[in-house]
């Protein structure tokens, strides 16, 4: 079956470290996304890549990082210096086009201790 | 810039009721608009969408009509069950913008539905 997947479902990770999020889909999509979901908030775009090799920043994009080495994977590195980086993070890709609606994997839950 | 504005939550209906959840939108070109729904843990589902000025989405009993002159997008369904109890999210996609293949999303308005 196609569809996203992200990994892992919790992590924990003590303050300073860098952690690492897992979002693969076979999908054949060229664009995929990242977006940080906090309680009673709707969705922030944090970075999109529209094709392999190229990624643009969205609107919180301070303290991640991501990279787009193949069309399946898009992994989004939380750093320390994100300062409030214990949130909800999910991953979606889209056919390119307006109109393509994003399908979204069943997200990650991070928790900084 | 693009925005979209639901309703604020929570909202709580008995079972069978009628259900309305009002979005508004801004945006600077002809947007496709959709609406989300979110079970608690899990990521966003595609309920429905629309992509022009008068069309009707409609799934699993939910519909919403692209409504331009308004600039809404307003979700109903005649009669809910428990297990529509989750958070909805309207969303729109304007092709005009340079991430042209962005979602802008409303906040979310939760929605409980008590037998």
């Known amino acids: 079956d196609g569809g996203i997947t992200q990994s892992p479902k919790y992590l924990f990770r003590k303050e300073g470290q860098n952690v690492t999020l897992s979002c693969e889909q076979n999908l054949n999509h060229d664009a995929m996304y990242w977006y940080r979901q906090d309680p009673g908030q709707g969705l922030r775009l944090i970075y999109y890549?529209?094709?392999?090799?190229?990624?643009q920043k969205g609107d919180i994009a301070e303290g991640y990082s991501v990279s787009r080495e193949k069309k399946e994977s898009f992994p989004l590195t939380v750093t320390s210096a994100q300062k409030n980086p214990t949130a909800f993070y999910l991953c979606?890709?889209?056919?390119?086009?307006?109109?393509?609606?994003?399908?979204f994997g069943p997200g990650t839950r991070l928790t900084v201790l | 810039g693009n925005s979209v504005t639901q309703m604020e939550g929570p909202v709580t209906l008995s079972e069978e009721a009628f259900l309305t959840i009002n979005c508004t939108y801004t945006?600077?070109?002809?947007?496709?608009l959709f609406w989300y729904v979110q079970y608690p843990g899990e990521g966003l589902q595609l309920l429905l969408k629309?992509?022009?000025?008068?069309d009707k989405g409609s799934n699993k009993g939910f519909e919403a009509t692209y409504r331009k002159e308004t600039t809404s997008f307003h979700l109903e369904k005649g009669s809910v069950q428990v297990s529509d109890s989750a958070v909805y999210f309207c969303a729109l996609s304007d092709p005009s913008g340079a991430g042209s293949y962005q979602l802008t999303f409303g906040k979310g308005t939760k929605l409980s539905v008590i037998p």
């Open positions: 945006a600077t070109g002809y947007p496709s």
């Open positions: 890549s529209q094709i392999v090799n190229d990624f």
């Open positions: 979606a890709s889209s056919k390119r086009g307006s109109g393509n609606e994003q399908f």
């Open positions: 629309a992509t022009k000025a008068d």
